[in-house]
């Protein structure tokens, strides 16, 4: 029940505006269920006031950015990357950022190397 999923997000939030994980999530569910695309960037924006680091935030928001945002990927190409940083194995970011070279960087050994590396740190993740 999607209605009322997002009603309790929107109620934890107006308990605790400041919780990112209400914040992710809200943003989450507006992004891939609700298609809410302005409001699901600025919920991960604020995330990111709140936690430059949360990588949940900076990998959706990059998704995001991806798939919505204008033609330059260097802003969703950044957040990857700073992902990454933190975290080298993380599955999704390596694999969010392989396609991004792949179908926006025609970087195409980039985007194998990245690909290997999803497949060696998280061999049964379908991502």
Do not use: C, W
Request: glycine share 4%; proline share 5%.
């Amino acid at each position: 029940d999607y209605d009322g999923a997002e009603a309790l997000f929107r109620r934890a939030l107006e308990i605790a505006p400041d919780d990112t994980t209400s914040l992710n999530s809200l943003g989450s569910m507006l992004f891939s269920v609700r298609k809410q695309y302005a409001e699901s960037e600025a919920l991960y924006r604020r995330v990111l006031e709140l936690d430059p680091m949360d990588m949940m935030a900076l990998n959706n928001l990059g998704r995001l950015l991806e798939m919505t945002g204008p033609k330059d990927m260097t802003e969703a190409e950044a957040l990857y990357r700073r992902v990454l940083d933190a975290d080298p194995r993380h599955a999704a970011a390596l694999t969010n950022l392989g396609y991004l070279l792949y179908a926006a960087r025609k970087d195409y050994d980039g985007a194998e190397a990245l690909y290997r590396r999803a497949i060696e740190v998280a061999p049964t993740d379908p991502a």
